[in-house]
């Protein structure tokens, strides 16, 4: 399969696609592609889909906002001490690590802070031990898909203006489209992300953030608006926020090393020019004396 360095994904364009899904799958997706299926993590986590499909992200924008919804459900899983909930979803990517970090982190009377450091942790994982790909998919809308033969109606993989099957009130959002119903995607209709040679969704993430940043350098990482008014909780911005201090820390420490091994270089260069001109006074005064 195809590879792409994030640098050329054209981000600005608000058609692209794109599938965040566990690195187990890489071999298999490198022959297969994508299935459609009822996973158990469309829609909202939960699993409260009845028809096979794939679930993708569409945009930039969209992109961000998916992962930081997942980082929201986490949140809500930690706050409800329920790993329970969450251990489906991660059924294919070690849950033991996951329940470790819960475990480990989770107590009762959780502070808000500390609900967002559970989330952060988890996600941070999450996003590790994941691949994202970008996908080609062609989409059209429901009307003129009526009017196509069906030739040309197998080329189609998502409608721009579809409806939930199981909420026809519910519009998709761009965190949340899908392929048509028992559509699947093609490996040659996918490329696999790489930020400078890491496969990691988390380096994908910190790039895709990066560029978001330069297109909107005024505002905050997208987030998931709800119905009710209320927002989803910035964790994705809180973790590349800290990815970013942690960096810049570590290359404020690498460089007082280097200047610390700079000054010793120096202070022994000059050791050794001290006993250089002391051996050769010696000399001098040793050749003087015969």
Same mark, same amino acid.
Not at 35 to 59: M, P, Q, Y
Not at 102 to 128: C, P, Q, R, T
Not at 185 to 213: C, E, H, Q
């Given at each position: 399969?195809?590879? @792409?360095?994030?640098?050329?994904?054209?981000?600005?364009?608000?058609?692209?696609?794109?599938?965040?899904?566990?690195?187990?799958?890489?071999?298999?997706?490198?022959?297969?592609?994508?299935?459609?299926?009822?996973?158990?993590?469309?829609?909202?986590?939960?699993?409260?889909?009845?028809?096979?499909?794939?679930?993708?992200?569409?945009?930039?924008?969209?992109?961000?906002?998916?992962?930081?919804?997942?980082?929201?459900?986490?949140?809500?899983?930690?706050?409800?001490?329920?790993?329970?909930?969450?251990?489906?979803?991660?059924?294919?990517?070690?849950?033991? /690590?996951?329940?470790?970090?819960?475990?480990?982190?989770?107590?009762?009377?959780?502070?808000?802070?500390?609900?967002?450091?559970?989330?952060?942790?988890?996600?941070?994982?999450?996003?590790?031990?994941?691949?994202?790909?970008?996908? +080609? !998919?062609?989409?059209?809308?429901?009307?003129?898909?009526?009017?196509?033969?069906?030739?040309?109606?197998?080329?189609?993989?998502?409608?721009? +203006?579809?409806?939930?099957?199981?909420?026809?009130?519910?519009?998709?959002?761009? +965190?949340?489209?899908?392929?048509?119903?028992?559509?699947?995607?093609?490996? /040659?209709?996918?490329?696999?992300?790489?930020?400078?040679?890491?496969?990691?969704? @988390?380096?994908?993430?910190?790039?895709?953030?990066?560029?978001?940043?330069? @297109?909107?350098?005024?505002?905050?990482?997208?987030?998931?608006?709800?119905?009710?008014?209320?927002?989803?909780?910035?964790?994705?911005?809180?973790?590349?926020?800290?990815?970013?201090?942690?960096?810049?820390?570590?290359?404020?420490?690498?460089?007082?090393?280097?200047?610390?091994?700079?000054? !010793?270089?120096?202070?022994?260069?000059?050791?050794?020019?001290?006993?250089?001109?002391?051996?050769?006074?010696?000399?001098?005064?040793?050749?003087?004396?015969?």
């Amino acid at each position: 399969m195809k590879s @792409l360095n994030v640098s050329k994904c054209e981000f600005d364009n608000p058609e692209n696609c794109y599938h965040l899904t566990r690195g187990v799958h890489e071999e298999s997706i490198a022959e297969k592609g994508l299935g459609a299926d009822i996973g158990i993590r469309s829609k909202d986590g939960l699993g409260n889909e009845k028809t096979s499909k794939v679930f993708f992200a569409k945009s930039l924008e969209g992109a961000l906002i998916f992962i930081n919804r997942n980082f929201n459900i986490f949140r809500s899983a930690a706050k409800h001490n329920n790993f329970a909930g969450i251990k489906g979803a991660l059924k294919d990517d070690a849950p033991e /690590l996951y329940e470790h970090i819960f475990n480990d982190m989770v107590h009762d009377d959780m502070s808000e802070e500390e609900l967002d450091n559970v989330a952060i942790e988890l996600g941070k994982l999450y996003l590790e031990r994941g691949i994202y790909y970008k996908l +080609n !998919l062609k989409c059209c809308t429901r009307e003129e898909f009526e009017k196509m033969s069906s030739s040309k109606k197998d080329e189609i993989d998502y409608f721009s +203006n579809d409806i939930n099957e199981e909420r026809p009130d519910e519009q998709p959002t761009i +965190n949340n489209m899908h392929t048509r119903t028992g559509k699947g995607v093609n490996p /040659l209709k996918m490329t696999l992300m790489t930020s400078n040679g890491s496969k990691s969704a @988390l380096d994908i993430a910190v790039s895709m953030s990066d560029f978001y940043k330069t @297109l909107h350098p005024e505002q905050s990482l997208p987030v998931l608006e709800h119905k009710n008014g209320s927002k989803d909780r910035p964790l994705l911005e809180i973790l590349i926020t800290r990815i970013k201090e942690k960096s810049t820390q570590q290359l404020g420490q690498e460089t007082l090393d280097e200047q610390k091994d700079t000054a !010793l270089l120096d202070e022994i260069e000059q050791e050794l020019s001290k006993q250089q001109r002391e051996v050769s006074e010696q000399i001098k005064e040793y050749m003087l004396d015969i």
